[in-house]
């Protein structure tokens, strides 16, 4: 536990931010419990708290009543106790039950685990319509087992007599028939704005514009990069999940060609598998994209480990075999020793700084490259009545020549699959690039 001192109710009145104690078990394998706690701090601070105090306990694996042992539990209370903190955190999704239980154990203190609080991070910084309702879907979902736990200050008056004329178990039930009821509204609205970003995906895929995807850990920099590749103008904040909602623009590539860029939602560590499923329509621009250049903190001390947590949400939404780019963002923060371990494991990399621009050209060279790499070349001759057959071509594939002949326009162009089965018709000879 950290040092600390006592604190009078008056000082703790004046202090305007939530103290909070996290806990935390270090089960010897994995993330070692220091890191992701250190994590789950950014997490709290983020959230709006003042973490005052970390505790851990070692376990193979969390008590199925309480999470941690029965003495650790009463050290929290007691700590939080001194610490004057309204508020514990544990560093894993907790059960109802496990929550219950604490809670009884913790009395007048706030009890929330990872899941609670990164739900609370996003329903704070949600901004869109669909980021919203994704939000609160998760939020309701995750709500709905542990409504018991919202009216235990009643349990003392269940016995009968005076004061049991209250809501009781019958407003749980109201309760639990509202929130089910919420849930299923919800779901509706999700899947008619689904529908209209799925109609959204469709046109991109048929104009046959190369997609590419940026994906990465939380606060690795997925935002800064697409605003100095793009000018998009995102917000960009040393904060984890600043942005939730897909951003789509248009980049220019060193061969003339045009590709759609799209910042994504940040994944972290036991990311809660609500949120995956909430934010489903969302990921589903990352599981069809042509490219994903995956965004590294390479100055993190847990890069590798980021790296493996965000290529387990992309084995879990389908997208583990999407071509992908791995970029070693921040290069102003790191050392030589730091990127000849990172180049060691991950050889073709690119390391780049979108904050001061170092590697950028390359970036751009080598997603120019993998668009070339799946495109197919081919030259067409449009009769000069088909002047949206040209107009195609010069919106949706790369020109590499054009020239105007007796029978109508030639034209050499390099696209991708979709247009270039639209373009197939016209073509006098075709190769693949």
Known sequence: MSSHERFTPQVIAAKSVERAVLVGIDRGRGWGVSESLAELTRLAETAGAEVVATLTQKMGAPDSRTFIGKGKLEEVAETARELGAALVVFDDELSPSQQANIENAVPETKIADRTGLILDIFALHATSREGKLQVELAQMEYLLPRLRGLWRHLDRFMGGGVMTRGPGESQLETDRRLARKRIGELKRELKHVAGERELQRKARARSGVFRVSLVGYTNAGKSTTLNALTDAGVLVADKLFATLDAT?????????????????????????????????STLDEVRESDLLVHVVDGSHAQAFDQIAAVQEVLGDIGAADRPALVVFNKADEMDQDMRFQLLSRFPHAVVCSALTGEGLGELRDRVAAEAARQAITLTILVPYDRGDIVALAHGHAHIVSEEHVAEGTRLVVRAGVQAAGRLEPYAEHRRAQ
Request: net charge neutral.
């Open 248 to 280: 789509t623009r248009t980049l220019e590539l060193p061969d003339g060609r045009t590709v759609t860029l799209t910042d994504t939602v940040g994944f972290i560590h036991k990311l809660p598998h609500s949120l995956v499923e909430a934010f489903k």
